[in-house]
């Protein structure tokens, strides 16, 4: 089970963290990743980080702003995200994929297996 938390309403430029807890399984065998959804568009990746937590990935609308880590030890994986603005507006939905070795990211959503019930962002001008 995948329990995301921390989003929130917050003006442009501020930032938040997103967190992820997994229950139910083994968490350093789960590859994890980020993706978001606004209204009216499909669900796009956001970041990946490998089961090592050593490799991640990024996508180019977040790179630079957005941080993907995981602590192991907490079973959780974290979004921190820095410089919002109002096209990161979204519902966020944490992701993972169990069948992965150490140093591999999964950036597609159909390569998931569990997903979080979503936590919404609302950036506003």
């Known amino acids: 089970q995948l329990q995301a938390s921390g989003g929130g309403m917050v003006q442009a430029g501020d930032s938040l963290r997103l967190s992820c807890v997994v229950s139910?399984?083994?968490?350093?065998?789960?590859?994890m990743g980020w993706f978001r959804q606004a209204p009216g568009k499909e669900r796009e990746f956001v970041a990946a980080?490998?089961?090592?937590?050593?490799?991640?990935q990024y996508a180019d609308s977040v790179k630079g702003r957005f941080t993907i880590s995981r602590d192991n030890a907490k079973n959780t994986v974290y979004l921190q995200m820095n410089s919002l603005n109002p096209e990161d507006t979204a519902a966020y939905y944490c992701?993972?994929?169990?069948?992965?070795?150490?140093?591999?990211?999964?950036?597609?959503?159909?390569?998931?297996?569990?997903w979080g019930q979503g936590t919404q962002v609302t950036v506003s001008s």
């Open positions: 139910g399984g083994t968490f350093n065998r789960f590859a």
């Open positions: 992701a993972g994929n169990p069948r992965k070795i150490l140093l591999v990211v999964v950036v597609s959503a159909r390569e998931y297996d569990y």
């Open positions: 980080v490998s089961r090592s937590g050593t490799i991640t």
